[in-house]
Every structure is written in C-alpha cells, then in structure tokens.
C-alpha cells in the first residue's frame, strides 16, 4: 500500500531554512504528480506546492512562492520541499501527499515550528 514518510521537520528561527524529505513506497512513484500540505493548529488543510511526476512543472501557494522549492528524485522515490526565508506563519505540520493538491493519501507529516 501507500506509504510516505516525512522527515526534516524542526525549529527554526525566522528568516531561516529547513529542507523537508519525504520517502515514497507502495505505488509506482515516477508515474504520479506529488504535492506538500500543511495544516496549521486550529486550521484547516492548505496545500502548499505541487511538482509534476517528471519534476518539469512545479506550482505554489502564493505565500510560499519565492521562498520553497519542490524537487524530486524518481530514482531514489523521494520528494523534497526546501524551504528558505521562514516566517513564524510557516509554523505547520507539513505533510507529503501522492497527487498535485495534498488531496490524496499523506503521511504523518512532519512539524515544522519557525519562533525566535
């Protein structure tokens, strides 16, 4: 079945950098579009950035654009968001999806907290 793991998740102070990984099994990786989501306390789910399944074409919320990257490695089945210029608002758990918009099955995600 399914499964993503998340990882690189911590504290980070603003204007800082933090790169989240996620591993992907159970499904043919390099055919499918991936995407990160992130859910705030006390807020709902908010998708965040999306990559095609060749990695050509990537999309962003625009409060991220300019500021994460999505990459990914089919060879290794793996998705990356790095993330630069945090703000105190990126405090989140981020979470790994199979799909372009955070909709399908995800991980345990991985707590992001940016403060001073």
């Known amino acids: 079945q399914v499964q993503l793991v998340e990882s690189g998740g911590g504290l980070a102070q603003p204007g800082g950098s933090l790169r989240l990984s996620c591993a992907a099994s159970?499904?043919?990786?390099?055919?499918?579009?991936m995407s990160w989501a992130r859910q705030a306390p006390g807020k709902g789910l908010e998708w965040v950035s999306g990559?095609?399944?060749?990695?050509?074409?990537?999309y962003y919320t625009h409060s991220v654009k300019g500021r994460f990257t999505i990459s990914r490695d089919n060879a290794k089945n793996m998705v990356y968001l790095q993330m630069n210029s945090l703000k105190p608002e990126d405090t989140a758990l981020y979470y790994c999806?199979?799909?372009?918009w955070g909709l399908g099955p995800r991980g345990q995600g991985t707590q992001v907290t940016v403060s001073s």
């Open positions: 999806a199979k799909g372009p």
């Open positions: 159970g499904f043919t990786f390099s055919s499918y579009a």
């Open positions: 990559i095609s399944s060749d990695g050509s074409d990537t």
